[in-house]
Nanobody
Framework: QVQLVESGGGLVQAGGSLRLSCVVS????????MGWFRQAPGKQHELVAS???????DYADSVKGRFTISRDNAKDTVYLQMNSLKPEDTAVYYC????????????????WGQGTQVTVSS
C-alpha cells in the first residue's frame, strides 16, 4: 500500500517561507510523477506544482517565481519550497503521486497524502 506523509506546514507571516516535504513508501518512488495540490476553505483543490520522473516541472501561474518543487529519489521524498508567501496561499497542501503524469496534471492522481495546513497571516 502506497503511503504519502507530508510535513513542514505551519503558520508564517506574509513574505515568509516554508518548506514542505513528502515521504513516499510502498511504491517505486522514481517512476512516479509527483504533485503538490492545495485546497482552501470553500474552494476546489488546485494543482500547485508537479515534477515528472525525469525532473520536468510545471507550476500554477499563481505561484510561479515563488515556489519550487524538487525531488530526491534516493530519499523517496518530494519538496515544495515556498517563498514570498501571501495570505491567499493559505490552504491545506496535499502531496500526490501517480506513474501517469497526465493524471497528476488533470488533478486525479492515484495516491494522496493526508495534507498539511499552511496559514499565512497578513
Amino acid at each position: 500500500q502506497v503511503q504519502l506523509v507530508e510535513s513542514g506546514g505551519g503558520l508564517v507571516q506574509a513574505g515568509g517561507s516554508l518548506r514542505l516535504s513528502c515521504v513516499v513508501s510502498g511504491s517505486s518512488f522514481s517512476i512516479n510523477t509527483m504533485g503538490w495540490f492545495r485546497q482552501a476553505p470553500g474552494k476546489q483543490h488546485e494543482l500547485v506544482a508537479s515534477i515528472g520522473r525525469g525532473g520536468s516541472t510545471d507550476y500554477a501561474d499563481s505561484v510561479k517565481g515563488r515556489f519550487t518543487i524538487s525531488r530526491d529519489n534516493a530519499k523517496d521524498t518530494v519538496y515544495l519550497q515556498m517563498n514570498s508567501l501571501k495570505p491567499e496561499d493559505t490552504a491545506v497542501y496535499y502531496c500526490a503521486a501517480d506513474p501517469n503524469l497526465i493524471r497528476v496534471r488533470a488533478g486525479v492522481p492515484r495516491d494522496w497524502g493526508q495534507g498539511t495546513q499552511v496559514t499565512v497571516s497578513s
